[in-house]
């Protein structure tokens, strides 16, 4: 913004420099009534009205224009003076304009000059410059304060943009190639935000909803085949219900092959939101605080496919439940079926996603806008440094671009 701000009032100042100037000065001439003459004063202010509009006149024009030094041409000099009364007073002011100060006090004062040879008043009055005109010293057009004024307002509005353009570059990840660089993982999938994240296109094999995620399913699975995991994690890096919908989609594709898959809600504590099983369901944390596993399973939608809700939560620290129990659980669960995929919470809203995918994978739902650089830059490293294995992200926009399968 500053550079912004200092380039755009340098060629302000430029600008001004080189525009052209117009110099403005006026000469005063005294309009008096001649000794004896006994006019009323009501005619007298008429004649010095009609002296004031004689300046402007052709024959006055042509007279100035053969007395100056400086060749100025009758249409021009119509439109450089301008003569009028002072009203209230015996003065009439002849102001002139232009692009040479020296010659626009010497046409005012040559103006002053050759007025009283045109007088209207055939000797009633008299005629005294009382004032005449000097060369300016700056000029008056362009007004230095309308320019500065104008200067610095753009200067604002141009920063202001520059900085909000800057911000959406920054702010908004434009491609695969650039998030994968920023991450140091790769990109499984670009998906089209869905209208409704409570949706399943997944049990519909066959159908292009499906498809896009039977994609990010081989890409996931090609990824994972040099070192394969049976615990995937999938949370957003902003609070919404894309990884929600995510994770539940990837687990119901899995299931289609044939895969032994638990979906996981582990949402728990104050990051719950929308459950995934009925009220009153034995869930994770009855496992946590020591309930049987089997005992909090429910039947998924599609065959191979087992649910283990939140469950209700008590009065135990959800914090200190995942740290000291989950693993545990997450070991059981892992002899009983092929892989795990649990829902966390989004990354930005607390430490359980990372606590989770401890000994795991987890796999990111980045929004393509909502989310600078820099912040998933940092939720990257912050991932690595807790030792968490960052398996992939799938990138989240306005239309569903698809990421090729990895081998």
């Known amino acids: 913004m500053v550079a912004i701000i200092v380039v755009t009032l340098g060629a302000a100042g430029v600008g001004l420099w080189l525009a ?10 005294s309009v008096a009534a001649a000794p004896g003459s006994t006019a009323p004063l009501e ?11 004689l300046a402007n006149s052709l024959d006055v024009l042509g007279e100035v224009s053969s007395r100056l030094s400086e060749s100025r041409s009758v249409e021009v000099l119509r439109d450089e003076i301008t003569g009028s009364w002072v009203q209230g007073t015996i003065l009439v ?19 002053a000059e050759v007025l009283p040879l045109y007088d209207v008043s055939n000797g009633g009055l008299v ?43 920054t702010a908004g990840l434009r491609d695969a190639t650039e998030v994968e660089h920023l991450v140091g993982a790769p990109v499984l999938a670009a998906l089209a935000a869905p209208k409704d994240p409570t949706t399943l296109p997944a049990l519909y094999p066959g ?19 040099a070192d394969p995991v049976s615990l995937v994690v999938v949370a957003g890096v902003t609070d919404s219900d894309v990884s929600v919908w995510l994770g539940a989609n990837l687990a119901v594709s899995l299931a289609n092959v044939h895969r032994r898959v638990l979906l996981v809600d582990g949402r728990v504590g104050d990051q719950e939101s929308a459950p995934i ?21 429910s039947a998924g939608p599609v065959d191979n496919l087992t649910v283990l809700p939140a469950g209700e939560w008590g009065g135990a ?4 439940l995942l740290e000291t129990r989950f693993a545990a659980a997450m070991i059981e669960a892992g002899r009983r079926f092929d892989i795990v995929v649990v829902l966390a ?18 796999v990111l739902a980045v929004p393509q806008n909502g989310v600078t650089q820099h912040e998933l830059r940092h939720h990257a490293s912050r991932i690595r440094a807790v030792g968490v294995r960052l398996l992939g992200v799938v990138l989240v926009g306005k239309r569903a671009e698809r990421a090729p399968a990895r081998a």
Request: aromatic content about 4%; hydrophobic content about 45%; charged content about 20%.
């Open 93 to 111: 002011q002849i102001s002139v304009s232009d692009a040479d100060p020296l010659v626009a006090a010497e046409v005012a004062n040559t103006v």
């Open 127 to 169: 005629f005294t410059t009382s004032n005449p005109a000097q060369p300016p010293t700056t000029f008056s057009s362009p007004s230095i304060l309308l320019a500065a004024g104008v200067a610095v307002a753009l200067a604002l509005i141009l920063s202001v943009c520059g900085a909000l353009l800057r911000e959406r570059r």
């Open 345 to 362: 919470p989004s990354l930005s809203a607390c430490e359980d996603a990372r606590i989770m995918a401890a000994g795991g994978s987890l």
């Open 277 to 297: 099983a009925a009220p009153d369901t034995l869930g994770l944390y009855d496992v946590l605080t020591g309930s049987d596993l089997g005992d909090a399973l």
């Open 43 to 53: 005619d007298l202010d008429a004649l010095r009205s009609s002296t004031g509009e």
């Open 317 to 320: 620290s959800a914090e200190t």
């Open 20 to 29: 052209p100037k117009t110099y403005e000065t006026s000469a005063t001439v």
């Open 207 to 225: 159908t292009s909803a499906a498809d896009v995620f039977r994609d990010l399913r081989i890409s996931l699975e090609a990824e994972a085949s």
